[in-house]
């Protein structure tokens, strides 16, 4: 009787894991590169010194803010958002499914030249 409490529970467990999997949705605005953290509010991104906007929002993979002294050491595939004045204010840190979302835009005028299915959270080339 006992055993089996003890499985459904851990089965429970299991199922409710899979079920917390958060879908994302990404703004058309968000590009892709490789942030390195190095001294926040500094960081790398994709091999250029690059800021982190005061008050810069950072998600884990588990959509969980995230403060910036967790990137210090780090490197990861990121979806990332500027400021206007050129500093990242948001930062997802990609799962391996959104990683394999392909393609998607590094750049702001590959962003201004593809089409975006926000639904579908795909790019399409011209």
Same mark, same amino acid.
């Given at each position: 009787m006992v055993r089996c409490a003890a499985l459904a529970l851990a089965? +429970?467990?299991v199922v409710g894991a899979a079920s917390a999997q958060v879908v994302r949705l990404f703004p058309p605005t968000a590009l892709r590169g490789e942030l390195t953290g190095t001294a926040p509010?500094?960081? +790398?991104l994709n091999g250029k010194a690059a800021r982190l906007a005061p008050g810069a929002r950072i998600r884990n993979q588990e959509?969980?803010?995230d403060v910036t002294g967790t990137l210090t050491g780090g490197k990861w595939l990121v979806h990332y958002t500027t400021d206007s004045g050129g500093q990242l204010q948001d930062i997802w840190i990609l799962t391996a499914s959104e990683a394999a979302n392909q393609p998607w835009p590094t750049t702001v005028e590959q962003a201004q030249t593809w089409r975006f299915d926000a639904v579908a959270q795909k790019w399409t080339k011209p």
């Open positions: 089965a +429970l467990t509010p500094d960081v +790398l959509n969980r803010f």
